[in-house]
């Protein structure tokens, strides 16, 4: 068992969240950052899909009552284990009373916790993915007691992984066309590549909302599937780009869709930071 | 095959059907005619189907799928006679209190239309309507056969929290909250029903295809069937209406 001490700013439990229960309005949810959850996963040979604990901008504070081995990745917000710092991207044993808690961010915006065998929470639609409405709990909050296995330390899982830094501070998003890119005018679509565009304060789960606004006319579609990556020109022209905890279906023109791997490079951003677009061809 | 498809890759491993680009019943059950071949046919690879208005959205397991070669199966698969298409389609009969007490803007839209609460009522409860998709919320189903005369428009600024089961009505659109939510919507009832239950094993009783017809009861009606509901016990009325 872990307790949480501290909830952080929004942390909830995620896997690789659900497929197949789009058709019901039920939103794919899931890591935001697929690599570095996996990779959190990986060092401590659990299988790819454990859940584990997405923190966004703040740190938790827990309380482990059992021993276990946990493995942080993706932004750098300074882990400790009672008063010692940590590394990341490297297993770590923990022993029944100690405490992890999180301080300065130095890089990122999203932090991974991986504990031997994954976090135990409820399972609701083959998925332990929080998300209001589907999982009883839908985010962290202090006292929560979260179920883990008790697991001892095994030092063949000493791997460390260096951090590559470029994945942090890329400014580039990688994207194809999406359903109703060509029904941007040629001035729109140069626009789109050329621009840099700064993210936000609407950012979460559920999208990014980019700050800066193109010239549009575009009509809006008749309501359709979308997708996490897609991004959506609104009719005032500013561009929405969908997070893992989106809607199933829109009615915006879908102009863009990310590469998977991209919104992964995106979710470790924040406010104010900026990105550009690259066109891949399909 | 009666439409001329069109074929689009969206993102790694999904790819967009879409149908003419207007909203009618032929072209839901062309959609989920389609649907169900695919189904039947269970096409290697294919992890989910999504069915809106005039559109399918495929998704394969594997990133590297190659467009051209799933499209040409897709292609096959629609141009099958439809043998399987025996889908049962249900009509939904849904208990809706009109009270004022949840119809909070029954009085707006009745001011503004120059009619009775009454009339409205009786509009919304008489019509019967499609389930074209379920989207927006999980359980949320988007409705097809709004009388012209309900019509109106979305609130220009959202409520931030409006009611689960509350009935409303947006643009030329109705439906029912199935969770509480922000929303835009004139509430002009409220529904005990259940239109998400992640403890069934089918979440949503009705599913695209099917219809929902609404009747009017009393707030102690509400609050009976409201029990019933929350013990697990209410049965919703419902007939088969073709197959």
């Keep these: ?282 | 095959m009666i439409f001329n498809l069109t074929y689009k890759p969206y993102g790694e491993r999904s790819i967009l059907v879409e149908w003419p680009q207007v909203i009618n019943k032929k072209i839901l059950y062309d959609v989920l005619a389609f649907k169900n071949k695919i189904l039947k046919n269970d096409i290697e690879l294919i992890i989910d189907i999504n069915t809106a208005y005039n559109s399918l959205l495929i998704t394969y397991k594997k990133i590297k799928t190659s467009f051209n070669t799933q499209v040409s199966i897709l292609k096959e698969t629609y141009s099958q006679e439809n043998i399987y298409n025996k889908q049962i389609f249900k009509q939904w009969e849904i208990p809706v209190c009109y009270d004022v007490d949840f119809g909070v803007d029954l009085k707006t839209i009745s001011l503004a239309k120059n009619t009775t609460k009454e009339f409205i009522i009786k509009q919304h409860s008489q019509a019967i309507y499609t389930v074209y998709f379920i989207g927006f919320l999980p359980g949320f189903l988007y409705l097809g056969g709004l009388h012209k005369a309900l019509c109106f428009p979305r609130k220009e600024t959202p409520k931030l929290q409006i009611e689960k089961g509350a009935v409303a009505i947006g643009g030329n659109q109705t439906g029912i909250y199935p969770s509480e939510s922000p929303g835009g919507w004139n509430i002009i009832g409220n529904t005990p029903i259940s239109f998400f239950n992640v403890t069934k094993n089918n979440a949503c009783f009705a599913k695209p295809g099917d219809s929902i017809k609404f009747y009017s009861i009393s707030l102690k009606k509400y609050h009976d069937i409201k029990s019933l509901v929350d013990a697990g016990v209410y049965q919703i009325k419902s007939e088969v209406v073709n197959g």
């Design chain 1, 1 to 282: 068992m872990v307790k949480v001490i501290k909830s952080g700013f929004y942390s909830t439990i995620q896997d690789f969240g659900r497929i197949g229960y789009q058709h019901l309005g039920v939103p794919y949810s899931g890591v935001l950052d697929c690599y570095s959850a996996s990779i959190a996963n990986a060092i401590l040979g659990n299988n790819k899909g454990a859940a584990v604990m997405e923190m966004t901008m703040v740190g938790v504070t827990l309380q482990f009552d059992c021993n276990t081995n946990i493995c942080i990745t993706g932004a750098d917000m300074s882990p400790k284990i009672n008063s010692n710092a940590i590394r990341l991207y490297k297993a770590i044993a923990i022993k029944a009373g100690d405490v992890l808690s999180f301080g300065k961010v130095n890089y990122g915006f999203r932090s991974y916790l991986a504990v031997s065998e994954g976090f135990k929470t409820e399972v609701v639609m083959k998925s332990r993915s929080m998300y209001k409405g589907v999982t009883n709990k839908f985010v962290l909050k202090e006292n929560d007691e979260l179920s883990i296995s008790n697991a001892f330390f095994n030092n063949k899982k000493n791997a460390i992984i260096k951090v590559d830094r470029n994945y942090f501070t890329s400014k580039i998003i990688e994207v194809f066309k999406g359903p109703e890119f060509a029904c941007l005018s040629k001035e729109q679509q140069k626009m789109m590549f050329s621009k840099i565009f700064t993210i936000s304060k609407e950012n979460n789960r559920m999208a990014y909302q980019l700050k800066e606004s193109l010239a549009n006319n575009l009509k809006p579609i008749i309501t359709s599937s979308v997708l996490p990556g897609t991004v959506q020109l609104t009719p005032s022209g500013k561009l929405i780009i969908l997070m893992k905890d989106c809607q199933t279906t829109g009615g915006y023109p879908r102009v863009l869709q990310l590469k998977e791997s991209s919104v992964g490079i995106l979710s470790q951003k924040f406010t104010g930071q900026s990105i550009s677009f690259k066109l891949l061809e399909y």
